[in-house]
């Protein structure tokens, strides 16, 4: 069963709140462990009740704790990542990242864990839950499978399909460059397009492209920033975007817009369109939303509502205290309301 990362983040929420384990699966660069962040919060769990472990680089005993000797007894001795979750008073999350990669030894070794949720005498806190995360078979990344006691041991298995949708609305969170936001809405088939190779080539994916937008922001001379692209979601997406990216370059100034929005183009073309919109949403605030709510009506005049839609939610994504201002009352109130709410 697949889930978009948006419906992912509730189920993986569900599950912490539940204490119930969790396994994702998807593609390299898909999200997952994102995911698997994102829902912490959003499960009352403080950032520093967050445990990250890599089976695949991890010796069984990590998972099992190092034998010792005590007051003459033998003993196992929990250390690392096992420690912190033992001594766990709080709401945590333990987080099993790459667990297909893992040798079959250290699947089994965090196999009690898992279910009896207790290992070598030592007893793990109710308040902790575990999240695993895997790429598949097929994706070539090392995985071998998952043991079938280990893969019964979770409370579902589900695997991530990308949306370009969710990856918008987090790009725009987290401050991502508008070109690769207008890019992947354009060509939404390119936001994940993973193919397994054993060339030493990338493929675009949600992580590619954040990789992509760290490039722009370097500032290299056109040349190896056009090979940093290529480099980091491979040359045919790559080229791509270096195309759109001259295009983009050469759009209407985003600034000459937010000035006098009454005079700035309105573009038939959808490319241009998504690059503006896209632009304009990145620059919203309190003090610049009136204009960019005019400039949106005139694209509702100009028969592209959609993109007066994707405008005005991007803002509203982008900075939810616009809802406060005298602009967005009034913009609520009239026929760009019905948009904003999903009505167009």
Known sequence: ????????????????????????QGPPGGGKTSIGFQAAPLAGIAPGDVILSHPVVEDPTDAKGIPWVVDGNADFLPFGALRRAMGATRPTLWILDDLGQASPAMQAAYMQLLLAREVNGHKLPDCV?????????????????????VKSRFLSILELETSVDD????????????????????????????????????????????????????GLPAEIETAMICGAVG???????VGFLR???????????????????IPDSP???????????????????????EYATRILDANHGEFAALLLRDCLKRDDTITQTTDFVRLAAGPLGDLISGGH
Not at 1 to 8: N, R
Not at 247 to 265: F, R, V
Not at 271 to 283: E, F, K, P, Q, S
């Open 271 to 293: 490319a241009t369109l998504y690059a503006i919109t896209t632009g304009l949403a990145t620059r919203v605030n309190d003090q610049t939303f009136g204009r960019i709510a």
């Open 235 to 241: 040359d045919g997406a790559g080229m791509e975007f």
């Open 247 to 265: 295009m983009y370059q050469e759009l209407p100034s985003i600034d000459a817009i937010l000035i006098d929005p009454q005079t700035g183009d």
């Open 167 to 218: 990856f918008s609305n987090w790009a725009l969170s987290n401050g991502q460059r508008p070109e690769v936001i207008a890019f992947c809405r354009l060509r939404p088939e390119l936001l994940s397009d993973f193919q397994a190779s054993a060339d030493m080539a990338n493929s675009p994916s949600p992580r590619t492209w954040s990789h992509v937008s760290a490039i722009l922001d370097m």
């Open 1 to 24: 069963m697949t889930l978009s990362p948006a419906d992912m983040l509730v189920a993986t929420v569900g599950c912490i709140e539940a204490r119930q384990p969790l396994l994702i």
């Open 129 to 149: 839950t575990f999240v695993a995360m895997t790429n598949r078979r097929t994706d070539r990344a090392g995985v071998s499978g998952i043991l079938e006691p």
